[in-house]
T-cell receptor, first 115, second 111 residues
Framework: GAGVSQSPSNKVTEKGKDVELRCDPI?????LYWYRQSLGQGLEFLIY????????KSGLPSDRFSAERTGGSVSTLTIQRTQQEDSAVYLC?????????????FGPGTRLLVL | QKEVEQNSGPLSVPEGAIASLNCTYS??????FFWYRQYSGKSPELIMF????GDKEDGRFTAQLNKASQYVSLLIRDSQPSDSATYLC???????????FGAGTRLFVKA
């Protein structure tokens, strides 16, 4: 079946512009995660959605970052007034309900470059 | 102290040898433990998960968990050049859903 998809695959923007990154999780997966990975670094947790529950936003680095998940499926991560330090790969992952709920399946990522 | 710590490496082993990757975590209430493999320029992929103390084997991979020592490891037997990648240790927090990743250990398997 189809995996997690993300768009765009690459995004180049100018400092100060807003960007939107999209994630389509695997059908039927109730959990959705956003991570950020800077070059040569590990994954930094940003936000977590589980079904209709309030999201865990504890990893968002500043109020310039926000995320939505509409209809329990597609998610959009928005970065306002981008800064050069926002340049990174943004990874989305989804997880199924039930016993394997913690097993995350990653999308290909969006490579963001802020000039 | 970082929540999940790994030696960044690189760890270099000859083909056919056992590669041993280690990880420590700070949250004593952590419930679930994962190893992901990430090839350069690619996304992480799950290779092992373990919930209980002891060993769990899957093919050439063995995960070991010691909750008392807050330590989890991954052994790769008969290492192959195709195993060369960064291995990420991940731990879910006490609440059970938020996942914290280590920075990863780079493994090189020399042919």
């Amino acid at each position: 079946g189809a995996g997690v998809s993300q768009s765009p695959s690459n995004k180049v923007t100018e400092k100060g512009k807003d960007v939107e990154l999209r994630c389509d999780p695997i059908s039927g997966h109730t959990a959705l995660y956003w991570y950020r990975q800077s070059l040569g670094q590990g994954l930094e947790f940003l936000i977590y959605f589980q079904g209709n529950s309030a999201p865990d936003k504890s990893g968002l680095p500043s109020d310039r970052f926000s995320a939505e998940r509409t209809g329990g499926s597609v998610s959009t991560l928005t970065i306002q007034r981008t800064q050069q330090e926002d340049s990174a790969v943004y990874l989305c992952a989804s997880a199924p309900p039930g016993a394997r709920r913690e097993t995350q399946y990653f999308g290909p990522g969006t490579r963001l470059l802020v000039l | 102290q970082k929540e999940v710590e790994q030696n960044s490496g690189p760890l270099s082993v000859p083909e056919g040898a056992i590669a041993s990757l280690n990880c420590t975590y700070s949250d004593r209430g952590s419930q679930s433990f994962f190893w992901y493999r990430q090839y350069s320029g690619k996304s992480p992929e799950l290779i092992m998960f373990i919930y209980s103390n002891g060993d769990k084997e899957d093919g050439r991979f063995t995960a070991q968990l010691n909750k008392a020592s807050q330590y989890v490891s991954l052994l790769i037997r008969d290492s192959q050049p195709s195993d060369s990648a960064t291995y990420l240790c991940a731990v879910t927090n006490t609440g059970g859903f938020k996942t914290i990743f280590g920075a990863g250990t780079r493994l090189f398997v020399k042919a």
